[in-house]
C-alpha cells in the first residue's frame, strides 16, 4: 500500500477493525504485533525496533503506532521506513540514560551528543508522521542551578533558562545524519532534554505541520537546528521552546561539513527566550541561499526573561560565511531585539583565525512592536558586514534610553559569543551600525513608545550608505536624530524630522566625506544638520 493511501484512512478504518494484524496491509507493521505493550511502563524499545528492522527488511512501508504510550530507548529508523504515530499514540522516551544506545560521531556529551530517542543515519526516503507525539520527558535530565537571582534591572539581559543545568542527556532528542528526501510531517515533539531536532548533512529534507513543545525555562533545547543541509523546505510549524526556534548551524560532528544552502522558512508562528531565526552559533562554513517569509515570532506578557532576546540573528563568527539571505513579511510582538547582524571572530580552531565574509542580507516588511533593545549590524576593523538592505521596516521600542549611554564606549567584542545584549546599552534606540560595507535604509519607521534620549540611528564607519524615507520619533534630549561617525560615501534623502527635533543630522570624526543631502524635510528641527568632532567642512553636501 502507498504511504499516501495509508493517511487517506485517517486511522479511521483500521481503528474500527481493533488493530487486528490480519486487517492490516502487508507493508504496515504494527508495532504491537512485534510485542509493544504500549502501556508507558514497559520498555518497549525491541519490539518497536524489530519492526523498524522487519519493515526494512522487507522492502519499506510504514511503521505504525496506534494510539498508546510507548515508553522507548534509541530506536534507529532505516531506509524507505514511514515511523508514522497515530492521534492518540506517544514515543515516551525513558528517564534512564542507559536506554539510549550511543550513536558513533558527535561526543558523548555535551549540547548536541550521541544519544538520541529516534536517529536515522545513511538512509534515503524516512518518513516521520502522524498526528501522534514524540515526548522526551526532558524535565528528568535538569537540575535547578541555584544561581543566584538577578537583579531586577538587569531583566533585560538575562535568560529564564539559566535557572536551569543539564545533566547527562539525550541530544538532539530526534537526529537524521546523512538521509536524503527526509520528510517530517504533523507530529508533535515535547519536553525534549536538550535539542529537539537535527537534521544534518542531509539533502532535500520537508519538515512541515509540526508542532514543538518545549518549556521556556529548558536549557539548550532547540527547536529545529538543519546543519549542512541542502535543499530545506520548513513551513507551517508552530514552535514553543526554551532556546532557539530555528537555528541554521555549520559544523561536522560526523566528520564532514557540507554547504547549508537552498533553504526555505515559511508561515511559521515561534516563541521561545533565545532567537526566533539564528544562524549559528557553529558557523564554520558556508550558508547560501536562506530565505524566511511569512511569520509571527512573538512573546505573552511574560517577564522580560522569558523573552526572544532576538527575532532575527544573522551570526558569523568562525570563519565561515552567509552569502544571500530574504527575510521578508515578518510579525515580532514582545521581542527584545528585532534585527541582530554579525560578523565576529571566534578562532574557528584556526591558527590564525579569520572573521569569515557575511554579505547579502535582504530584510523587508517586519513590523515590530514592544522592543527594549537595539537592532545592530555589526562588524569587525577591517571586516565589514557588506551589501545590507533594510526596507519597509516598523519597529517600536520601549526601552526609554538614557543620555548617560551616549557617553560609554561600544566594546568591539571580536570573540565573544553573539548575542543582541552583547554590547550593553547602544547609543541609539532603532539602528545602531558599525563596520559595514554598503548599507541601505528604505521606508524604515523608529519610533520611541517610552521616551528616550538616544538618536533613532547610530552609523559609525560605515561606507556606501543610504537613508531613504527615514521616519523616527524625536530624541528627548539635545541628540540628533541622526548620528553619522566616520561615513565615507552616504545618501540621506527623502528624511523628515518631527517637531522637537534639536539637530536632524549629526556628522562626526575626521574621516567622514562624500555625504550628501537630498530632497529632505528638515524644517521642524532646530538645525538640519551640523559637524561635529573634527568632521571637515566639506563632508557634506547639500542638493539644490
Known amino acids: 500500500m502507498q504511504r499516501r493511501d495509508f493517511l487517506a484512512l485517517g486511522g479511521l478504518a483500521l481503528a474500527a477493525r481493533r488493530f487486528e494484524?490480519?486487517?492490516?496491509?502487508?507493508?504496515?507493521?504494527?508495532?504491537?504485533?512485534?510485542?509493544?505493550?504500549?502501556?508507558g511502563k514497559a520498555k518497549d524499545t525491541a519490539a518497536i525496533q524489530r519492526a523498524?528492522?522487519?519493515?526494512?527488511?522487507?522492502?519499506?512501508?510504514?511503521?505504525?503506532?496506534?494510539?498508546?504510550?510507548?515508553?522507548?530507548?534509541?530506536?534507529?529508523?532505516?531506509?524507505?521506513?514511514?515511523?508514522?504515530?497515530?492521534?492518540?499514540?506517544?514515543?515516551?522516551?525513558?528517564?534512564?540514560?542507559?536506554?539510549?544506545?550511543?550513536?558513533?560521531?558527535p561526543p558523548l556529551q555535551g549540547d548536541a551528543n550521541a544519544k538520541h530517542l529516534l536517529f536515522a543515519r545513511d538512509a534515503a526516503n524516512v518518513t516521520l508522521s502522524g498526528s501522534g507525539s514524540i515526548d522526551g520527558q526532558g524535565r528528568a535530565f535538569w537540575e535547578p542551578s541555584?544561581?543566584?537571582?538577578?537583579?531586577?534591572?538587569?531583566?533585560?539581559?538575562?535568560?529564564?533558562?539559566?535557572?536551569?543545568?543539564?545533566?547527562?542527556?539525550?541530544?538532539?532528542?530526534?537526529?537524521?545524519?546523512?538521509?536524503?528526501?527526509?520528510?517530517?510531517?504533523?507530529?508533535?515533539?515535547?519536553?525534549?532534554?536538550?535539542?529537539?531536532?537535527?537534521p544534518i548533512e542531509c539533502d532535500s529534507v520537508v519538515i512541515r505541520g509540526l508542532k514543538i513543545r518545549n518549556p521556556v525555562i529548558?536549557?539548550?533545547?532547540?527547536?529545529?537546528?538543519?546543519?549542512?543541509?541542502?535543499?530545506?523546505?520548513i513551513?507551517?510549524?508552530?514552535?514553543?521552546?526554551?532556546?532557539?526556534?530555528?537555528?541554521?548551524?555549520?559544523?561536522?560532528?560526523?566528520?564532514?561539513?557540507?554547504?547549508?544552502?537552498?533553504?526555505?522558512?515559511?508561515?511559521?508562528?515561534?516563541?521561545?527566550?533565545?532567537?526566533?531565526?539564528?544562524?549559528?552559533?557553529?558557523?564554520?562554513g558556508g550558508?547560501?541561499?536562506?530565505?524566511?517569509?511569512?511569520?509571527v515570532i512573538y512573546n505573552?506578557?511574560?517577564?522580560?526573561?522569558?523573552?526572544?532576546?532576538?527575532?532575527?540573528?544573522?551570526?558569523?563568527?568562525?570563519g565561515g560565511w552567509v552569502d544571500g539571505v530574504v527575510v521578508s513579511n515578518i510579525r515580532m510582538q514582545r521581542v527584545r531585539t528585532p534585527i541582530f547582524v554579525r560578523l565576529g571572530n571566534r578562532g574557528g580552531g584556526q591558527p590564525v583565525p579569520e572573521p569569515g565574509k557575511l554579505r547579502g542580507v535582504m530584510i523587508d516588511n517586519v513590523h515590530a512592536t514592544g522592543a527594549i533593545l537595539t537592532s545592530s549590524v555589526t562588524g569587525l576593523p577591517g571586516h565589514d558586514v557588506e551589501d545590507v538592505a533594510l526596507t519597509n521596516i516598523r519597529i517600536e521600542t520601549?526601552?526609554?534610553?538614557?543620555?548617560?549611554?551616549?557617553?560609554?564606549?561600544?566594546?568591539?567584542?571580536?570573540?565573544?559569543?553573539?548575542?543582541?545584549?552583547m554590547f550593553g546599552r547602544l547609543p541609539a534606540y532603532g539602528f545602531y551600525c558599525r563596520h559595514v560595507s554598503g548599507i541601505k535604509f528604505d521606508n524604515v519607521r523608529m519610533a520611541a513608545a517610552e521616551p528616550d534620549q538616544r538618536p533613532a540611528l547610530h552609523c559609525e564607519d560605515v561606507k556606501d550608505l543610504r537613508v531613504d524615507r527615514l521616519d523616527a520619533s524625536a530624541p528627548l534630549s539635545s541628540e540628533p536624530l541622526i548620528r553619522l561617525v566616520n561615513v565615507q560615501g552616504g545618501v540621506v534623502a527623502g528624511c523628515s524630522a518631527p517637531a522637537g527635533t534639536t539637530t536632524a543630522l549629526e556628522i562626526d570624526g575626521a574621516e567622514s566625506k562624500n555625504i550628501r543631502l537630498v530632497g529632505n524635510d528638515f524644517s521642524r528641527a532646530r538645525s538640519a544638520w551640523q559637524l561635529r568632532s573634527g568632521a571637515p567642512a566639506g563632508a557634506v553636501a547639500e542638493a539644490k
Request: a negative charge.
Open 21 to 39: 494484524a490480519s486487517a492490516l496491509p502487508a507493508s504496515v507493521y504494527d508495532v504491537r504485533t512485534f510485542g509493544a505493550s504500549g502501556d
Open 218 to 233: 529548558g536549557p539548550n533545547t532547540d527547536g529545529i537546528d538543519p546543519t549542512c543541509c541542502r535543499n530545506v523546505f
Open 52 to 105: 523498524v528492522d522487519e519493515c526494512a527488511r522487507s522492502g519499506g512501508g510504514v511503521v505504525y503506532l496506534p494510539p498508546g504510550r510507548y515508553l522507548s530507548g534509541t530506536v534507529v529508523l532505516k531506509a524507505n521506513v514511514t515511523f508514522h504515530l497515530e492521534a492518540g499514540a506517544t514515543l515516551l522516551g525513558s528517564t534512564d540514560l542507559a536506554d539510549y544506545s550511543p550513536q558513533g560521531g
Open 146 to 198: 541555584n544561581r543566584q537571582p538577578p537583579k531586577p534591572e538587569d531583566a533585560w539581559r538575562d535568560v529564564a533558562t539559566y535557572d536551569w543545568k543539564a545533566l547527562d542527556r539525550p541530544s538532539p532528542m530526534v537526529e537524521f545524519f546523512n538521509c536524503s528526501n527526509l520528510r517530517i510531517e504533523d507530529v508533535t515533539l515535547a519536553n525534549s532534554s536538550g535539542w529537539t531536532l537535527r
Open 300 to 318: 505573552e506578557r511574560v517577564p522580560l526573561n522569558a523573552r526572544v532576546i532576538s527575532g532575527i540573528a544573522i551570526e558569523m563568527v568562525d
Open 398 to 421: 520601549e526601552e526609554g534610553g538614557k543620555a548617560e549611554w551616549m557617553d560609554r564606549p561600544v566594546p568591539e567584542q571580536a570573540a565573544s559569543y553573539p548575542e543582541a545584549r
Open 287 to 295: 550558508f547560501e541561499n536562506v530565505t524566511f517569509s511569512n511569520s
Open 235 to 284: 513551513a507551517d510549524c508552530d514552535i514553543s521552546t526554551g532556546d532557539d526556534c530555528i537555528c541554521l548551524k555549520s559544523e561536522g560532528p560526523y566528520g564532514r561539513m557540507g554547504l547549508t544552502k537552498n533553504i526555505t522558512i515559511t508561515n511559521c508562528v515561534l516563541t521561545c527566550c533565545c532567537n526566533g531565526l539564528k544562524f549559528g552559533t557553529a558557523t564554520r
